[in-house]
């Protein structure tokens, strides 16, 4: 059927040419079964609609772009895949935005909404200390992904995410548990207002509730200008703590970051989990096939993709107001924590 | 300038519409010198195009799609990042694709090339053992990234690799070197009729050249429809190879294929490199700080990536012809590999 027109369709289905394209173009002023007529004509004649000129009247490329911040993070590499295949089943084109450490991801967002003229957008990564102000510039549907706005400046904003309190404390509450009193922790950059902070928040409370005070100086953050969630980070900044402090556990916020941090203590001549406990966060392959194998939080990574394209095409559609989803993730414990020993 | 339309251009530089509208359009109809002019003219007052008014006329989106088999490999994503990072400097979208184990990439690509109307493509990963007829119906300008066509069915296409062939010769040579006579290869689908045949290729070529009788049992193929080149296949592969083989040393060509099979070998008790050496392929981050870290080729994905770009881009503008670029990959020489003492 190559070559078949939008004449050809109309044609088939006995309406006109006009009629096909409302049903195309999603347009309210249709018959519901003459629209599904037409689209089933479409599907089983392998049309391919000419794109450019649909676009011309619907100001609509029907892509969607993905925003990553932190390009070191391969966490976000599956995430993007299964955002992907989502848009794939949509019919949507998936770009891809990487966003500078030093860019601010909103003026990105709104720069290339405007150009792209794209649909929706989903941010992966980045701070979000973003005021309303600029939030409010933003002229399409957006979904922050894996970041939690819950209490923080744009929780206004759509997110799909683990609870980052809830997941930090059971993770503290875990190495606390296995006796350890002084627990060193890895994180991001100390300006970080949302996913940052709320691990910093999980972490510090866990302390309290156990009567273990909290120590700035345990605390271990990425430098902004310098760092990313990168296994690189993790072994600069491990053998930073190294330095200064001692402790018998580690808690990075990254599997990346735990991962490097278990190389610079190998490196330091400290075995894992010997001497030292390492756990990590996120549930990356990477983690389970490292020797020793990491203990971490594993985020739902696929259900999170899913939900995030599934929120975003709802909003596009008008279906949905912009809400909160929060997922469960899961202590999952391997060969790099073990009892306190001393 | 902003709000600079079509016309204004026009009319700075003394010339039709439809004059500007060849220029833009790459049309071979117009003077060379008027279409510098106006192309500089464009530049200058950052016009930025109505894209969905221009794509209707120029069948063009300004976008590139970058088109991924192999979704586990998170080596591509380090490359993917690289080629949108150029795809911004040159104001082009990057649109990502995945391509499913069992989709033909070239069918993919010739349908989204006419969907997207893209102006050129990207693949990486996949087999690539495409017949000439096939490849002929690609209306677009496309370069193989990472994939080495020399000598191949699509040895008429651009690409931007290193010499497989050459690379896999060094490392196995090395491990010969080392005293090791029995050497496993974890290794492409056995169908596979690019890398995978050139791989497999050098690393039969060294063994004769070593005197070394080449035996098909220790080549471990991954399955076409059960592996990827993930963690998971590496461990997988290793796991069937020791039910049936002994071997002093392992190849694998990629480092996730390595990890994995490290990680299998600790499972069996085996001890890396003490008892058996491990060598990967593409010299990713997760292999410099495994333990052991691993000894790989390492693949220069910053150049390769960078090159990729600027071929396509060129081939866009219709100033340069496909040609193969090969760059000189690197024997990293670390902690999973050791002299055979057997």
Redesign the interface.
Known sequence: MAGMTIKDIAKKCHVGVSTVSRAMNNHPDINPETKEKILKAIEEANY?PN???R??KR?D?K?IA?LVKG??N?F???L??IL??EC?KKGY??????VDEQEDEWDVAIRVGK???LRGLVFLGGSFSQSQEKISQMEIPCVLSTICTVGMPGASLASVSVDDFKESYKMTEYLIGLGHKKIAFITAPKNDASIGKLRLMGYRTALEQYQIPYREELVCYMDEKRDTY???S??RLMQELLKRETFTAVYATADTLA??A??AL?EAGISVPEECSVAGFDGM??G??????LTTIRQPVEEIGKATAGLLFDLIKGKEKPRQLIYEGELIQRESTARCKQ
């Open positions: 391919v794109n450019s000129a676009n011309l100001n490329a892509a993905v390009i070191g391969t976000f590499s599956e993007v895949g992907e295949r794939e084109s998936c770009i891809l935005q990487y150009e792209k003229r990168s296994y690189q993790g072994y991962i490097g278990c190389r190998k392959d990477a389970r096939f490292y020797i020793p194998s």
